[in-house]
């Protein structure tokens, strides 16, 4: 007896068929979606996966669901094991509206021999899968390398991928690609600069050199000459040379410490605020510098040795301070006038008063 095929069975073999009219005039329940998608891949009829889940909208890889989730990564890694596998990726990678339901299988399926046109399609359909391909496709080939970082993502969510990919490859001695990670952002001075610390113990000398501008030399540059030392003397020396003349340019660059400063309200010893020099004639200048009005007042309290008083190179000096200690120098050096008589009572006997 003739049994008549259900619906189901109908939109699995248009699947199959690649019929395109046949899925589009069937029903589409969410298990027959997902049986129609395998029997598409299995034939190898990319338009007809397509237009299945065009048509099932259901069926959108959505993480919410369980089912969903496990579908999603059995469909992917079925399409990878195709003949077809890039044409498939592409269709079921532009429906993943959720990477991570399809991450799993993209790690296991990329390799460093995964063709441009998937990379393509996997980077401009899923930006957050950059860190994946890179890792899995990128750093064995470095056009392919230089391909994936064409597509690195503009807000930085992939610099860390980057800064674990230059340890990677410097360690390698990979130069060529060192230069590119760099040239896309790349920070040579991640995890202390492990990145050189690999490439100068393997003795990579190409890439050591690249790394060198890069990396803080005053801060990493010594600690990495000791780490290089036991594998390449002669490296580590290069390293620890280029680390001193970092050090050197570092403290030449520091600007002075400021002087500390006083508690609220005191004042410092006059013997800072004043310089007291010895001149030829045996007298002495004292040179006030630039202090507040108080400073001043004390320091021309306390200079007992000034004969004069000299102005060096400051213009907000207290006028009416200054004036009055060039007067207190000036009655110093002033001719003493002869005592007159006191006048006392003896005294004024003598005078006949």
């Known amino acids: 007896m003739f049994r008549r095929k259900s619906k189901k069975q109908k939109l699995i073999e248009a699947a199959r068929n690649n019929d395109i009219a046949g899925i589009a005039q069937h029903f589409m329940p969410r298990d027959a979606a997902y049986e129609a998608c395998l029997a598409a891949i299995d034939a190898r009829a990319a338009v007809a996966l397509q237009a299945v889940l065009e048509k099932n909208s259901g069926f959108d890889f959505a993480f919410s669901s369980g089912g969903d989730s496990v579908c999603a990564r059995n469909l992917i890694a079925k399409a990878n094991a195709s003949a077809d596998a890039n044409a498939l990726l592409a269709v079921l990678l532009a429906a993943n509206n959720n990477y991570a339901c399809g991450r799993q299988p993209l790690t296991s399926f990329l390799t460093p021999a995964t063709s441009f046109e998937t990379l393509q399609n996997i980077l401009e359909t899923m930006p957050r899968a950059f860190g994946d391909v890179l890792t899995a496709a990128g750093l064995a080939d470095t056009a392919k390398l230089k391909f994936i970082l064409s597509f690195t993502p503009k807000d930085g969510s992939a610099q ?3 800064d674990a990919a230059l340890i990677d490859v410097a360690g390698e001695g990979a130069a060529d690609k060192a230069g590119l990670l760099l040239k896309h952002g790349a920070n040579a001075n991640y995890a202390a600069a492990l990145a050189l610390t690999r490439a100068a113990q393997n003795g990579h000398f190409e890439t050591v050199a690249l790394l060198l501008p890069h990396v803080d030399l005053a801060l990493y540059g010594m600690d990495i000459a000791v780490k290089a030392e036991h594998a390449d003397p002669d490296m580590a020396q290069l390293i620890g040379e280029a680390a001193k003349i970092a050090l ?91 005592k007159k008589p006191r006048r006392s009572y003896e005294n004024l006997k003598k005078a006949g008063l």
């Open 248 to 338: 050197e340019q570092q403290n030449a660059e520091k600007p002075a410490e400021p002087p500390a400063a006083l508690p609220p309200g005191a004042l410092p010893p006059a013997d800072i605020l004043i310089e007291t020099l010895a001149l030829p004639d045996g007298g002495t200048l004292t040179t006030l510098f630039n202090f507040s009005t108080k400073q001043q007042h004390s320091i021309v309290k306390t200079a007992e040795g000034a004969v004069a008083l000299a102005v060096v190179g400051f213009k907000d000096l207290d006028a009416d301070v200054l004036a009055a200690a060039r007067g207190k120098c000036a009655a110093r050096n002033a001719p003493h006038a002869e």
């Open 160 to 162: 860390k991928t980057l």
